[in-house]
């Protein structure tokens, strides 16, 4: 099934404890991107990533790393994560450009910073 | 003022119901529009995709493209409570290379 994953759905952590959501694409997708939905704010973009090594800045990403060492994986990293992270976080794919014809989301991962 | 633009709702029908969606965008270089539907603690999915003005239908769904005036609606005719979710307008700018969502539309269809 085509599909995009994220682990863990649900996470719990402390302020200023590193932690890392994965995400993998089995579409053979170049474009992997990464959102956090807040209410009253929406869909924010955090980082994108056109294809393997290439990544670049979204509308928020202040605060999270990303890497894209292999064409399926596109891990969003949070080194030193704060309560205003606290968010429900999406990761998506294209098949082709930045999203001319729709992303394949993930489930989402809904992360709580005590 | 937001690129794209809409209200949040929430809205609440009776099974049956034709349900009108709506979204405004500030960009007449926008081309491409989409609308997701969100169930509840699930990720976003594409429902409609069109690049032209006019209309494009899927079954009991509906969506519409006004570039004049910069409006792009999701009409649903016979709505189920299955259609109960938030939805999301998304329009692609090629000049920007990005997709801008739309804040959400939750809906409610009682049975």
């Known amino acids: 099934e085509a599909q995009v994953t994220q682990n863990p759905r649900y996470l719990i952590t402390v302020t200023g404890k590193k932690l890392t959501v994965t995400c993998s694409q089995n579409?053979?997708?170049?474009?992997m991107s990464w959102y956090r939905q807040d209410p009253g704010l929406g869909l924010r973009q955090i980082y994108y990533?056109?294809?393997?090594?290439?990544?670049d800045k979204g509308d928020v990403p202040e605060g999270y790393k990303v890497s894209r060492k292999e064409k399926r994986n596109f891990p969003l990293i949070l080194e030193s994560p704060s309560p205003n992270q606290t968010s429900l976080y999406f990761c998506a794919s294209s098949l082709s450009g930045q999203g001319a014809r729709g992303y394949t989301f993930g489930s989402g991962t809904r992360l709580t910073v005590v | 003022q937001k690129e794209v633009e809409q209200d949040p709702g929430p809205l609440s029908v009776p099974e049956g119901a034709i349900v009108s969606l709506n979204c405004t965008y500030s960009?007449?270089?926008?081309?491409?529009f989409m609308w997701y539907r969100q169930y509840s603690r699930k990720g976003p999915e594409l429902l409609m995709y069109t690049y032209s003005s006019g209309n494009k239908e899927d079954g009991r769904f509906t969506a519409q493209v006004d570039k004049s005036s910069k409006y792009i609606s999701l009409f649903i005719r016979d709505s189920q409570p299955s259609d109960s979710a938030t939805y999301l307008c998304?329009?692609?700018?090629?000049?920007?290379?990005?997709?801008?969502f739309g804040q959400g539309t939750t809906l409610q269809v009682k049975p």
């Open positions: 960009n007449s270089a926008f081309q491409y």
């Open positions: 998304a329009i692609f700018s090629g000049n920007t290379g990005k997709l801008i």
């Open positions: 579409m053979n997708h170049e474009y």
């Open positions: 990533s056109m294809n393997v090594e290439v990544t």
